[in-house]
Every structure is written in structure tokens, then in C-alpha cells.
């Protein structure tokens, strides 16, 4: 058996030796993507000019008539959004109310990201839009840039980005996807977590533990539900989201007010990302998805997650990604790399002492579901020193799949996740 794992910008083959077989998990449009990406290619904008012209909710964009400035949080190059196709169509719709290009600005949300160097921007820009409107980069760290809201319900210290809340508009531009712990990506998180500052996004994220935080999981998901207030006391007005089929082409366009946006878009993402399982699996070969869903490790660790929801207690899994741009985040780095930890016990107590923060805290994601294996190995182009204080195993995917399968009995339940990262395996009942 051979199947193909997306690794980076390329494909890994996986030769399944006899008399082992596999079960393939991936979003129900995986299957049949020629034809998703076929529609998707002929819904193109119009269907993003179509959604702005029928926005859900109570709000439009014509309702802004006479606003003098315009603020839009586009994400960073660690999501797929395809911005080519999302803002054109919205940016001429405001230019039509009479707001000058210079008075349009887009604000690249890195959250808890290094900001992003103008010389990057167009990653994410479309050069037409880069070469009209004003673009910078959000600094979590640039507290003069940042302006105190209050505290929502759960003692989360709201700072936003000042100059975005400046603005007469203020629209959110990202996916609705699953989250490992906010439940879905989109809606107002384009903003209220990145274009927060550094405490808020830390307060925010430490409720990971809660049991409530769980991929596609909503109304009682404390994390979201905190984004959401980060939101309203941000004042977002309006929301355009795209909602991407496995292979990243936009298949729906919802805009609107932004609650509106995400309650019409997460019935869809759900019948598309949670795959149901009967059982969960001896080992599961997870790939995150290949660019730029694997682009650093601080975005493959989403696959690891995902993964854990379909393996066995002291099971075994193989993550797949390239990570060609190393960690991805310098507070990570620095706290496993120097005196770091050297088993997951220690992350644990290490937090215990130290408190949460963001950065650090794929360290407690990773100790979290790798102390509940018997293995996890990690097929990368990250150093192997590196990949072992991460506190994974390195090796090639022959070797992965050899040491994985060497204690399997020939009837052991596999599974492959060739996109992890948005993929949720639920048990059926």
C-alpha cells in the first residue's frame, strides 16, 4: 500500500509494508477534491461579491455610508486565506462609500507572531492591494501601539491594537476552520487575538485547559466565548470569511456581522473537518497538511492535537511536517533549547512554577498528548538535536514507520491523516 502525505510544498510517499492496512482520515471534501476545487474555481469572488451584497446578521456595509476611515485585520502567512480573492471585491465595495484608498488600512494580525517585515508583506498582500492601500504589521509587544479596553467576564485584560481601533469600520478578514482549543478559527479572532497585545492573548489561551476547549466545539467554549467578548468590547463591525475546502480553495464566502458569520458558517465547516471513527487507532501517521499548514513547528503541532483525538492510550503517532522555517516562534525556542525541559514531567511541573504564556505553551500542548504515547516521532527538516529537545523522536518516515510498527500486531487499527491540521476524528456512535 502507498498513499501520499503533502509535506511542505511537495508530497512524501508512504509505503504500508504487508500485512498491514490503513484506514485514510480526512475531511469529507478530500475525497472528491478535483471536483471541490473545480467549483470552487468557478464561484471564484463573485461569491464573495455575493456575500457581501446578502450579508447575514444585521449589519452592511452601506450602513457606513460617510465613515471617513477603515480598518481590516488580515491574518498572517501562517494561514492559507486567499486574500487574492477575499479583498478586492470588498475594497472596491468601500472605495464605492466614498473612502479614499489612503483612509483603507490593512492591519497583518500576527497575535503572538513575530511582526511581520514590510518586505514579507506581499506573502499575504496581493501586490495590487499592497501597491493602494496602507499595510503594517501588529506588534503584540508594542504596548504604545495598544489601548486598554477592560476586562471581560473572565478576567482577561483586553489590549487591542490602537490605530485599528481608530477607525471609523472595523472588519475582520480570515477562515473559519477548526481550532484545536478555540473551537473554529474566524469571526472576530482576526482581531481580538491577533491584534491583541501579549497579556491578552496569554490570560486568553491558559483557559487551553479547560476540557471545554476542544476543536469545533463553540457555545461553551470558554476560550472562544472570550474572544467573542474580546470582540464586542473591540467593537468589530463586520466580517468577511472564506471557508476552504481540504486543499485550501475557497468554496463559501459569509459576511456580516461577526457572530452571524461564524453561527452560519460552522455547520458547514463541521460536515466538511469532523470525520467520524469507530474506534480509535494503534497508530496514526499524521501529516500536517503541507504548506503552510507545516511551515513551522508552532503550527504543526496542531496535527498532534488533532491526532490524539483517534489514538489509543499508550499509542503511536507519526507527525509529518517539513517546518522549513524551524520553530516559528523565538519565546518557544528559547524555553526548551536554553536549560529547557527534558520530559514532559517537567513541562508540567515547569508550568506549575513559572505560569502560563504563550510561546512556551506548545511545550504544555505537546507534553500534554505525547505523555499519553508510547511513541511520537517526528519526520521534518528540523535538526535532530532540535527535534529530541522538543522532546520528540527524529527520523525519516521509513524509520518512523519501522520503529512504529515493529511491536504492532499484523490486525493493529492505523490510521493516516494527511490533513491533520483540519482534520477532527470524533467517535461515532
Not at 486574500?83 to 497583518?108: S, T, W, Y
Not at 466580517?239 to 480553495?249: D, H, W
Not at 516559528?328 to 536554553?338: A, I, K, T
Request: charged fraction near 20%; charge should be negative.
Amino acid at each position: 500500500m502507498t498513499l501520499f502525505l503533502p509535506y511542505g510544498k511537495d508530497q512524501l510517499p508512504l509505503k504500508l509494508p504487508g500485512p498491514w492496512k490503513a484506514d485514510w482520515i480526512a475531511p469529507a471534501t478530500a475525497a472528491d477534491a478535483a471536483a471541490a476545487d473545480a467549483a470552487a474555481a468557478s464561484a471564484g469572488s463573485p461569491c464573495v461579491e455575493a456575500a457581501l451584497a446578502a450579508p447575514v446578521g444585521d449589519i452592511r456595509l452601506e450602513d457606513f455610508r460617510g465613515a471617513r476611515s477603515v480598518a481590516i485585520a488580515i491574518n498572517d502567512k501562517t494561514r492559507p486565506v486567499p486574500h487574492d480573492v477575499l479583498l478586492p471585491p470588498l475594497l472596491e465595495r468601500l472605495e464605492a462609500l466614498g473612502i479614499p484608498p489612503a483612509n483603507i488600512k490593512l492591519f497583518i494580525a500576527t497575535g503572538a507572531h513575530a511582526p511581520m517585515p514590510a518586505e514579507e508583506f506581499a506573502r499575504v498582500t496581493p501586490p495590487a492591494v499592497l501597491a493602494r492601500y496602507p499595510v503594517v504589521s501588529h506588534d503584540c509587544d508594542d504596548q504604545a501601539n495598544l489601548q486598554y479596553l477592560g476586562q471581560t467576564q473572565r478576567g482577561t485584560p483586553v489590549w487591542i491594537n490602537r490605530q485599528f481601533l481608530e477607525a471609523d469600520l472595523r472588519i475582520v478578514v480570515g477562515n473559519v476552520e477548526p481550532h484545536q482549543f478555540q473551537g473554529f478559527s474566524g469571526g472576530v479572532k482576526s482581531a481580538a487575538i491577533g491584534l491583541g497585545g501579549r497579556v491578552t492573548i496569554n490570560i486568553n489561551h491558559a483557559m487551553l485547559r479547560d476540557p471545554h476547549a476542544q476543536p469545533c466545539r463553540y457555545d461553551d467554549n470558554p476560550v472562544r466565548q472570550d474572544v467573542e467578548e474580546i470582540g464586542a468590547l473591540a467593537g468589530i463591525h463586520f466580517a468577511l470569511n472564506g471557508i476552504l475546502t481540504a486543499t485550501k480553495a475557497l468554496i463559501r464566502a459569509i459576511a456580516g456581522s461577526p457572530r452571524a458569520v461564524m453561527e452560519s458558517a460552522i455547520p458547514m465547516v463541521r460536515a466538511i473537518f469532523e470525520v467520524p471513527i469507530s474506534a480509535r487507532y494503534d497508530l496514526i501517521i499524521a501529516a500536517a497538511g503541507g504548506h503552510p499548514k507545516d511551515i513551522n513547528f508552532y503550527q504543526a503541532q496542531k496535527a498532534l492535537a488533532h491526532a490524539s483525538l483517534a489514538v489509543k492510550e499508550q499509542g503511536r503517532v507519526i507527525l509529518v511536517a517539513a517546518c522549513p522555517e524551524g520553530i516559528g516562534s523565538r519565546g518557544y525556542e528559547r524555553w526548551m533549547l536554553e536549560n529547557g525541559p527534558t520530559s514532559y514531567a517537567e513541562v508540567f511541573t515547569r508550568f506549575e512554577q513559572e505560569g502560563f504564556r504563550v510561546g512556551p505553551h506548545k511545550a504544555l500542548l505537546i507534553a500534554r498528548d505525547g505523555s499519553r504515547l508510547h511513541g511520537l516521532w517526528l519526520v521534518s527538516e528540523l535538526p535532530p538535536d532540535t527535534v529530541r529537545r522538543l522532546l520528540l523522536t527524529p527520523a525519516s518516515l521509513e524509520e518512523a514507520l519501522h520503529a512504529a510498527l515493529v511491536e504492532l500486531a499484523p490486525d493493529a487499527r492505523i490510521g493516516v491523516m494527511p490533513l491533520a491540521n483540519a482534520t477532527v476524528p470524533h467517535l461515532s456512535t
